[in-house]
């Protein structure tokens, strides 16, 4: 399988992006619901209108529950199925039954017709030939709005959905680990934006205690979580899991400073690091609980819901780095697939099509801090200019590696955020664990 | 004679007759499945496979085993876990009947209320449990801080407390059954027997083991087999708050056998791991039914 390294596009397309978004923007309060329902009329009435019409068609589309990303594509669902005389019904699950249910429908008779797909198990789904590959429609400008094809999404992003050279899927989701911290404490206490992970740790032992606040939170639970930090570090320090003909490129040393971090860390972190999932870690922070965060941006939108969080206004982001100079971060995304026994392959791309495209993303980006894959997303400078964290992800992604998505990864991952619990747990050095890390990858994958 | 043999055999088709259905809901729904799992158990594949052909691995599934070292941690606290769990509702159990017993007025109602926690499921008494041992919210992290402890208890995140944790919630729901049964053998225990010891001057811990003891014991071992079958093949509270972690500081046979099917697709060896526990349950309970039928109870 072919891993996306085109630097030198996302580069450019990051530039572009880097010229057009600009700091946060202090927004008046607009009623979040109107603003959305508006901006769905809008984009139902101009050329960002699906394509197609499939009167008396019923698709199912499956995904995991949490909000406020499953209403509001239910939200968005409906509004698609008033143009295209079509019915969309959600099978929602939580996340960590998704997979297995996928698998035993699409094992069995079927039933699913839309899926979202986590890189972490595309890989499997796409070898046992579960998926119907999209390229027809992708290539077709029939399929497609005016102007849209293949190069309407970030290439890097696009290419994770596609298997032995067939596009399956369509992205969105995009996101990426950041630092999180409160800027009223740093300006308090004097201190200067953290930059790299030494500053990081740094800053985290010198709040750690005050006020009954821990120093920093972070993901210990071994749900995936674990391993997107890791795999941020990893790019930090110029490495990754595996090379493009998928044989293993582990670093040790690079894999031990990442581990050893993850060890210091913990002692500044709140009691129960290792049963943190990413939404844990950022309540710890929204209710001051924590003067740092480290975790995903869409779970980092609890940081700024006045549902949610005491410290609304008060936090900062910055980009996971190890050198000074040089962030980065994993390319965190989902796909959006179609079931290879769909009957109805033609109206469930047409949905695909039009909800990955920015204008309906921008509709999701403030509430669920996502950002789309299509370029036109980022020129949409009033969506851009809502999204807090937008320059730490930018400056992240520009030296990102993507989410693991090769066949292998459903096994490696658990061994891997094992280690890393293991290590925080003091069972295993920093070394020993990353040892194992590259004793499991070699196994897996060969050396 | 002839007529008497045609009696018989009438009532022994009837007999047949009724118990028809519940054979064929046996073998439909038990025991053929457990078959086609131990003949699938003999193939290498993966979730992902159920309609494809299979690879015949022999008895490689099992073999694996002996070299599984997460197996043998997955046993290990499983066994810890019945041995102490099941332990300690054993005698809370024979000491909370035995107060209940000394109860004259409101017995029903104290019984009804200690009877709540079994009836709540195991997912939502695991979900209770979550924030009660949720280390910045929860009830025992609050009630430290009265006593000066105020950064929480990680008992969840613990490897130490982990399973210590799920034992408590055990005990906590499961006690009560054990008091239903004992409860129910104390109140026949012939009133004489305690008369005659009381005027041989036997006092109320000497009559407690010389005498509840014995007489309960077909009881005891009844609530051993059950709770020692239930707490062995143990599964959703563990899947509910940590899937056996962290790292596998909770992992039990049970959940270990599904992780094995569905996180990591390896069907055959979690079918595999299915037998093992059914064979280790077997042998078990077959020890406990021994030991019950020296007592000639059945």
Known sequence: MKIATNRTIRRNVLATVACTATAVAAMPAVSASAALAHQRASNLANANAPVGKFPGVHLTLSRWSGDPWTSEQQAAAKQWDKATGATITFAAVPYENLKTQQTLTLSGAGGYDILYVHPSWFGTFAKSGFLAPISSYLNNPADNPAGFSAKSYLPSVLSQGAYNGSQYCLPDFVSTIVVAYRKDLFAKYGLSAPTTLASVLADAKFFNGKNGMAGIALPGEATGAISDVMTSMLAAEGNYWYNKTGKTTLNVADATNAVQFYINASKYAPSGLLDDAVDDAALAGATGKAAMVISTTPSLSALNDPTKSTTVGKWSFAPIEFAAGRPAGELIYWNWCIAAKSPNVAAAYSFLQWYTNGPQQATIAVEGSTAGATNNFYTDKTVLAKLPFLPAMQAALAHSNPQPSIPQWSTLQPEIESDVQQAIEGKLTAKSAADEMKQALDGALGA | ?298
Not at chain 2, 221 to 227: E, I, N, T
Request: glycine share 8%; charged share 10%.
């Open chain 2, 1 to 298: 004679m002839r007529a008497s043999q045609r009696r018989r055999a009438r009532s022994h088709r009837l007999a047949y007759a009724f118990l028809t259905p519940a054979v064929v809901v046996l073998l439909g729904l038990i025991v053929g499945p457990l078959v086609y799992s131990a003949l699938l158990s003999l193939y290498r594949w993966q979730l992902t496979q159920i309609n494809s052909s299979k690879s015949y691995a022999g008895v490689a599934n099992y073999r694996a085993m002996l070299h599984d070292g997460l197996l043998g941690t997955a046993v290990r606290n499983s066994v810890i876990f019945v041995v102490v769990a099941v332990s300690i509702e054993l005698v809370l159990g024979i000491l909370i009947a035995t107060a209940l017993t000394e109860i004259t007025r409101g017995r029903h109602l104290a019984t009804s209320l200690i009877l709540l926690p079994m009836i709540v499921t195991p997912v939502v008494a695991a979900l209770i449990w979550q924030y009660i041992y949720n280390p910045q919210f929860g009830t025992i992290s609050q009630a430290l801080t009265l006593f000066g402890h105020q950064n929480g208890i990680d008992v969840l995140g613990s490897a130490q407390l982990v399973l210590p944790g799920f034992m408590l919630i055990d005990i906590w729901q499961w006690t009560p059954f054990a008091i239903l049964v004992f409860l129910a053998g104390m109140l026949s225990v012939p009133e004489e027997l305690y008369e005659a010891a009381r005027v041989d001057g036997a006092g109320k811990a000497r009559i407690l083991w010389s005498i509840t003891i014995p007489v309960l014991m077909p009881q005891i071992l009844v609530v051993l087999l059950f709770r020692t079958m239930d707490v062995y093949r143990i599964f959703d509270t563990i899947y509910v708050l940590t899937k056996g972690g962290p790292g596998a500081a909770s992992e039990t046979v049970g959940l270990y056998a599904y992780q094995e099917g569905f996180t990591y697709f390896n069907t055959g060896y979690s079918m595999a791991l299915g037998v093992f526990i059914l064979v280790t349950v077997f042998i078990i309970s077959s020890a406990y039914i021994r030991l019950l039928r020296r007592r000639r109870v059945f």
